[in-house]
């Protein structure tokens, strides 16, 4: 499995890229958001990356982040979403506005990606709905783009004494509130509110209520 590839950028197509990996081409077909985003041909890239094995067929799909990698993985199980309508619904909204819309239940705001009705929009925030909070409190270096000049070490979690479940609740919800651009002082007055109303929420479950208090009205 090819999870990143970092080189240079030796074309760029209207959906794909090709990336020289010390000699080696590679073709990595990415959404319009990720593409308005890279550097110009010949420049350093890195990008994580998704392979789609088929019988007939090898496609790479690549992603500033990790966040973004995984929800296309997610995306991919929902029936009627495939690699293309995945990328149009990430490049629509990009890996934040994806969490936010399921967290929230926006179907019509992922039915606005190109070629995703109102049908599919709706199963993919049912089915997908439970997830969005795990996603969106992925901790910070799983967040954050990838750095060209960074190896990516082990995901392996280093040993620790692992506080209580309910200890972290709140600071993960600050973490996933703070990565969905919400400003701290309105993250952390939602999450105290969440909080006062039904104190023994997990992580998911206190994230789901900030969301809804944060929603516009």
Do not use: C
């Amino acid at each position: 499995m090819i999870g990143k590839l970092s080189g240079r950028i030796d074309y760029k197509g209207s959906d794909h890229i090709l990336i020289d990996v010390r000699g080696v081409g590679y073709i990595v077909y990415v959404s319009d958001r990720v593409m308005a985003s890279l550097p110009p041909k010949g420049e350093a890239v890195a990008l994580y990356t998704d392979l789609l094995v088929r019988e007939d067929l090898l496609q790479l799909f690549g992603f500033t982040t990790l966040v973004e990698k995984e929800w296309h993985r997610l995306l991919m199980s929902v029936q009627g979403i495939g690699a293309k309508a995945s990328m149009a619904i990430l490049g629509a909204l990009g890996a934040d506005g994806v969490s936010r819309a399921i967290a929230l239940g926006d179907w019509s705001a992922v039915a606005k990606a190109k070629g995703v009705g109102p049908k599919t929009a709706q199963r993919v925030v049912i089915e997908l709905k439970d997830k969005a909070p795990s996603v969106m409190a992925m901790s910070g270096g799983t967040a954050e783009a990838v750095d060209v000049e960074e190896v990516i070490e082990d995901a392996a979690p280093k040993p620790r004494k692992a506080p209580p479940v309910q200890n972290m609740a709140q600071p993960e919800a600050l973490s996933a509130l703070g990565n969905l651009g919400y400003g701290p002082s309105e993250a952390a007055s939602a999450v105290a509110q969440a909080l006062g109303e039904t104190p023994d929420l997990d992580t998911n479950g206190l994230i789901r209520a900030a969301l809804k208090l944060l929603a516009p009205k």
